[in-house]
């Protein structure tokens, strides 16, 4: 599998994953890189992420990478 190419823009980077501590993080602030995965595209814009990681395989499941939106 190829990995992903990235143009690093900053020198911080978010990593952002599913859990309690979400509504703590500066979606908005660009001095951050984020990296992120799966369906996090339903909370953010998702052209903001400069990294995204899908951990299902195809036909996991609704809401993975079978989903439109994906």
Sequence with gaps: MRAPSLTKQNDKVLIVAYGESMDKTPWDDESFDLFT???????FDPGRASLWFQMHRPGSGDGHIDDPDH
């Design 37 to 43: 995965l799966n369906a996090a595209h339903r909370l």
